[in-house]
């Protein structure tokens, strides 16, 4: 019992260790996963959901409880629903109940583009980050939020954006956990005996060559650098095998923070590099490792005085004007592509352009992570000696 009880103790004290700025940081986070999340609804069309032909269907229990013909009207309200939550999670009114909205509307229609196509899944944006944040009382409506500056109104106490209580970074934390066994078991598939990537040494050469046909006919950006990856062994044997290593070590990040940052840059590098070059990219990703970028610290940065550009809204026409957004965002969104164009650019910042401006931020983040790591592991050594 004492072993268990000194287990849960570590536990609990590395998911509630305070974490610089995380009030504000995850506050500034609700704010860029609600707009990430609306950019990538704003490319998803859930009539299209609407008479799926059964043969075609995967299983997924979620879908198996409804009736098997749902009307279109039925995917258009649901993604409306999840729309005008959306808005309403980015100005922060009502975020407890807005995050149960986004999650139950998102899981309920990531189950049916899931029974389209499982590879395509994103279950980190759709379910696990609103999730753990509902599960932790919704602390990131804490901060930058119409809801915190109802309460200040209210005589209750100011929570400033510089508070490091490890309460606020739970979530965060249980995500990396999720994300360190997710990479961590798909190591461990690929090196099984039975796995496709050690067995067949060409996996990514071959891999590639077929994504350049799919993309071909699909009209996408080719993969101009496949038809010499193919050819050349040292190459794609290289990229299987960083690939795998990159995975089964994941799991470091969850003991040093230099150590996640670390990781994290090089993966940000990695699917940039994937997505404008290879053609190959996870771009829901983008938005789970922005859970640990101190956001407050680069706010403060760009703009160093307190943000309070709602001060002086009169509290009825704030709420009224957050409501009427959210259901005028809701309404419209499937009436044309008009606001879906908007949040997109009309199309022209999509999964693969989105990656242009991040390669050169996350190439210097890498740098700066890296260099301290050299300086983390001269100062261990130098204490070991």
Known sequence: MNAVRKLATIVDEWFTAPEANAAGRIGLFRILYSAFYLWHTSFQFAASMAGFPASHQRRVFLVALLPANLPTGFFMLLESVLVAALVLLVVGFR?????????????????????????????????????????????????????ALLLRRAGKARIEPSNSSGAFFIPARAVLVMLSLLFLSAASLKMA??????NQPRFIADLMLADNVKASIDGTPLNALAPLISESPVVYRWLLYQTIVFEALFFLTLFNRGVRNLFIAVALVFHAVGAIWLSVTFTPILVVYGLYVDWQKLRERIWPNPVNVLAAVPTGVLVATAICAAVG?????????????????????????????????VSVWLILTGKDAVRWVGAEKRIAS
């Open 95 to 147: 975020v407890r109940l807005v995050t149960a909205a986004v999650l139950i509307a998102g899981s309920l229609l990531e189950a049916f583009y899931t029974r389209a196509d499982p590879e395509y899944a994103t279950l980190f944006v759709v379910f696990y980050i609103p999730l753990f944040m509902l599960l932790c009382n919704a602390r990131w409506g804490a901060t930058y939020s119409v809801d």
């Open 193 to 198: 005996s039975g796995g496709t990537w050690l």
């Open 329 to 361: 965002a809701g309404a419209l969104w499937n009436h044309g592509n008009g606001l879906r164009s908007i949040i997109n650019m009309n199309g022209w910042l999509n999964w693969h352009t989105v990656w242009y401006p991040v390669l050169p931020i």
